[in-house]
């Protein structure tokens, strides 16, 4: 019950209130609420107004049992439940110039007569140095160090609202996650599995096919029908009951399945294993052969669809899909037979519209096509067209992919350009079926700071965590001192991580960097190289941003050696901004914007970048990349060109976002209408009776079916 309770703090920032106990009475919960509500506000979280009554009323020793769970949820989201210690002290005061500081290890090292001897030999790694990549001080001798941060207004104060009873809650995470009509990130994937097999309630829709699976597990186990239409959507189902991969991009070690799971897999197969349905199966050819193994589909011949599915798997039957036809008829040069056969499958013939406006038979012909497709694609289909085609009209040099890791490529961009008439009426079409899916606002209200938020498309490369934004949200940095920071802690293998700053010119080029090769500059100042993580460690970089020269900085966190993100027991990066006058600690949790996980199988994490424009104004534009790196020794030097490239391509690409959203929500706003739209980066203090509020948690349930 407590892990749900912090998951509805974290990912809603509501705190579940229920009722009193029975037979209790208030006592001192008005005090209690009051001393939570201080607390709170040293790391940076606040109670809202109607929060702190209702907890007023509570008994003492209830409002203090759950101010405790509130305070570590809140902590653990900031980042502030570690110790954040810095190698040097003094940090980002007297900060040594790295030669000078090599050269005092050196001879510190010279002087000590077991060192000495090792110094002497033929090569000298100076990371072995007696001193390096270790704390020379404590934790409390750093607090002791640093004067007390003052507070100022511009310091983040984030509003905890009053939720309703854990269960209600609960329930409309559930259900919110559940009816996403984009992909969820891997974390979401895990909460949905924690709320299905808590929540009662079935959803009324469940569109992406990984949310079903998950959904499905619930209903596996509870004995209840399945939610299958595919029969990719029982391999998935089949996969995560076994602990494995849901999105079927990794191979899953099926567990042995009870005789009655066995059962009501090979029926909800059996019922979804048409013919038209059957050329599905060799895209997952093994996995489906693994799966027979653990079913054994011989012993229920009232199956036989079932059946089916594996003498298609195992090549015993015969079975072509419909990519398969369509790629035949392309590669035969039978352009118009293939954009036929794509009026089967809306989606599928949209994301090809580019491929098929230069190949097809006519431009007309293919938006003719197009345009009876719309109707029967789903919205974020339509969306994500919508954005692809707008970048056509002003293509960028080079092309950025990312896989649902975050694991990011660029290559030069050879595609030959769409005449502009094609490309305006391919967008009007859309506009237009986009525009009749959304619902009537009412009275929209929306937030200027969230115009520029990207439409999550996809979840997938966004980690949960504070001040999270999509890939190409553009936001405003306010503050004088901008620190970026990184933790992470080793579970068996020893792990040193390098938070580097990669410092370009306008144009992306003439890079500089500051990181543990070079400490700093004369806007710049590196904390130092931590190389061993055992009970956790930090770095940070310190950056006066009116004083720097480079208008492009990219923080990165590279793998130097040991434990991948993924694998170590916890890793997170963030950053902080504050005002000149203000000094504290290296971490100070109330001046921290963003803190999220860092995970996936890449070994340099690209989170943001950091942009001054020509207004003098520095923004943050989001990228949420990963390189694949080397297997060890990765520093900012060995990859500045894929880096900045990479930026750059997130930065020059025309994201969709709010502001086109807002836009034709407001073509449909009605002002006989009794209710009101709300979007912004924080729901309001007061918001009107009745409003639909939309923050970024919430986003994605503005996309339209």
Known sequence: MENLEDLIISRRLRVPVGAAPAGSTPGWGEQAARQLDAALLSVGFKCSAALLDRLSGLPGETVVD???????????????????????????????????????LLREALLDPVAAARVRAPALDLLTLPGYGRYQHSYADLLAAHAELMPLAGDRVTVLELGGSLESETRALYFSLAASEVPLAEEDLAALRALAAFCDAEPERVPMR???????????????????????????????????????????????????????????????????????????????????????????????????VFEVARGVRRATGLGSRVETALSAGRAAEAVDLLGEAPGALLRRLDHLLRTGPSA?????????????????????????????????????????????????????????AVVADALALLDEEITRRLPDPGELIVDPDALDVALPLSGKAVAPGLGMLPRGSLSRLDGESLRFFVHWRQSEQRTDYDLSALLLDASFGNPEHISWTNYGNDFGAYSGDVTDAAAGASEFIDIRLAAATKPVIIPEVHVYTGESFNVAAEAFFGFMTRDAEQEGRPFEPR????????????????????????????????????????????????NRVTGSLLARSVVERDYLRVRYLA???????????????????????????????????????????
């Open 66 to 104: 759950l101010g405790v769970r509130v305070l570590a949820a809140v902590r653990r989201l900031v980042g502030d439940h570690v110790q954040h210690n810095a190698y040097f002290i003094d940090f980002p005061a007297n900060v040594p110039d790295t030669l000078e500081f090599w050269a005092g």
């Open 210 to 308: 990984e949310n079903r699976a998950v959904v499905n597990e619930a209903r596996l186990a509870a004995g209840r029908s399945l939610l299958v239409d595919t029969v990719t959507d029982v391999l998935r189902l089949a996969c995560g009951c076994s602990g494995g991969d849901v999105t079927l991009s990794a191979p899953t070690r099926f567990r042995s399945f009870r005789r009655g799971e066995r059962r009501a897999l090979l029926r909800a197969l059996d019922a979804v294993a048409t013919p038209a349905k059957l050329g599905d199966v060799p895209r997952h050819r093994e996995q489906w052969k693994r799966l027979g193994e653990r079913l054994h589909p011989g012993e229920y011949p009232q199956f036989p669809g079932a059946a089916a």
């Open 364 to 420: 007309g012909a293919v938006l003719d096509a197009a345009r009876a497709a719309a109707a029967g694609a789903s919205g974020r289909v339509l969306l994500s067209l919508r954005e692809h085609l707008q970048n056509r009209l002003s293509p960028a040099t080079r092309r950025v992919f990312t896989n649902r890791e975050g694991r990011a490529w660029a290559t030069p961009d050879s595609r030959p350009p769409l005449e502009e």
């Open 591 to 638: 001046t921290v914007r963003m803190k999220s996980d860092l995970r996936g199988s890449g070994r340099v994490a690209l989170p943001l970048v950091f942009l001054r424009g020509d207004d003098g104004v520095w923004r943050v534009k989001w990228l949420h990349l990963y390189l694949r790196g080397y297997p060890d020794f990765n520093r900012v030097e060995g």
């Open 663 to 705: 836009g034709l929500l407001r073509s449909k706003s009605s002002t006989a209408s009794a209710h009101t739209t709300y979007i912004g980066l924080h729901a309001p203090a007061t918001p009107p009776a009745g409003a639909r509020v939309f923050t970024p948690s919430t986003l994605h349930e503005l996309i339209p079916a």
